[in-house]
């Protein structure tokens, strides 16, 4: 992750619900980060010590288990905020995140965050309502994720890790190793998982070649991911 020079944050926010929320006076703290596609944004453990809002582009939350599996827990495009919880906890970095595609975070330290809240209490009232809708909609997405059937699930997953829709091609996701990854992430055998990849790769949802998977027809795979469940 890199820091963007000579950005004009008042144009950049322009626009969005961010021009509201940040005084004139407070813009100077604000800063730009570029990130680009597999890069790992933040790690668990990790000591953060600024708010970081997802500007473009997409990012994988996840963590490990003790065996050092792969848990995936949500998909972001913007807007997203990274780091809420770490502040208002005071801790560590929970879950790590990873970039799915190439992308940009604006920063504000915490320390001008703290200062912040002082002089303008809009602020507070917004990291309560974002936290309040993340842990709703990752309660609710634990509930749901094993009442739909494969089929949703692992086309949600491919919406969510796909940069352009139809046209996408995945090459390093699809090795056994990751399948068996994600076989067990949404609640299935590595044989049933490669049994829907068949089921749509003959009805022309997606391509299999050469240990690739290639999306042909985004529509038909929006309408089994039901709209994704992952985001």
């Known amino acids: 992750m890199k820091e963007v020079q000579n950005v004009q944050i008042d144009d950049y926010i322009k626009g969005t619900e961010l021009g509201e929320l940040f005084p004139a006076g407070f813009r100077k703290h604000l ?114 994720h094993m009442l739909y059937p494969v089929e949703v699930r692992l086309a949600s997953y491919l919406l969510s890790i796909s940069e352009v829709g139809e046209g996408t091609v995945f090459h390093g996701e699809m090795k056994t190793a990751n399948l068996t990854e994600l076989a067990e992430w949404i609640g299935t055998s590595y044989r049933h998982l490669n049994r829907v990849l068949k089921k749509m790769s003959a009805d022309d949802i997606i391509g299999r070649e050469n240990g690739s998977i290639k999306i042909k027809d985004l529509k038909k795979l929006s309408m089994l991911a039901k709209g994704n469940i992952y985001e």
């Open 31 to 144: 800063h730009v980060y570029s990130f680009e596609k597999g890069d790992v944004l933040f790690s668990t453990g990790d000591q953060l010590d600024e708010l970081y809002f997802l500007m473009k582009g997409k990012i994988k939350i996840f963590t490990h288990t003790p065996e050092g599996k792969l848990l995936i827990n949500r998909f972001k495009r913007p807007p997203a905020l990274i780091g809420d919880v770490e502040y208002s906890r005071g801790s560590a970095v929970i879950n790590s995140v990873e970039a799915v595609t190439d992308g940009e975070f604006l920063a504000l330290p915490f320390k001008d965050l703290a200062r912040l809240e002082g002089e303008h209490p809009a602020v507070i009232r917004f990291l309560f309502d974002t936290m309040a809708h993340k842990f709703y909609t990752e309660m609710h997405a634990t509930s749901m």
